[in-house]
């Protein structure tokens, strides 16, 4: 919390790249998960399916990163279309081995942070409890921060 995030690239389920910096200039909600992760599944049905309809047009871009190895690739379809995820879901199929779980420290999945427009990580969640409504009390606030700043 309060680094700046480094550029990455990654691709989604057809192999096409994404670059994080591509989504410069928006409030991204990064989130690690993988296909056998139970608590991930019901935090994409539930809670982030909810918030992609709600703030998509907010400049809210949320991405699902997936820390399942190329063994699963499979798996990682097979989850994302049960989860019916939406939004960005892309992966490089290396597991918790990835340079990219290793930067954020990832120890468990889902782990989810919150970076503003400007690039800075405001906040880190650890888990999914369907009662806490953390994540979307902190994305309102930085909608609201960007609403204030231009008027």
Do not use: M
Not at 19 to 37: E, H, R, V, Y
Not at 94 to 117: A, E, H, M, R, T
Request: glycine share 4%; net charge negative.
């Amino acid at each position: 919390i309060g680094n700046y995030v480094q550029d990455f690239t990654a691709n989604d389920l057809e192999g096409n790249t994404v670059k994080l910096s591509d989504f410069k200039g928006k409030i991204i909600l990064l989130d690690f998960w993988a296909s056998w992760c139970v608590p991930c599944h019901q935090q994409n049905q539930k809670e982030f399916s909810e918030l992609y309809l709600k703030y998509k047009n907010q400049n809210l871009v949320i991405i699902s990163y997936s820390l399942d190895a190329k063994t699963a690739k499979e798996d990682w379809r097979k989850a994302s279309l049960n989860d019916k995820i939406s939004w960005i879901n892309i992966s490089n199929l290396k597991g918790f081995d990835d340079p990219l779980s290793k930067q954020y420290s990832i120890s468990s999945v889902p782990n989810s942070f919150l970076i503003d427009q400007n690039g800075k990580i405001v906040n880190s969640f650890i888990g999914y409890d369907s009662e806490n409504s953390t994540i979307e009390s902190e994305i309102i606030k930085l909608i609201d921060k960007k609403t204030t700043h231009n008027n």
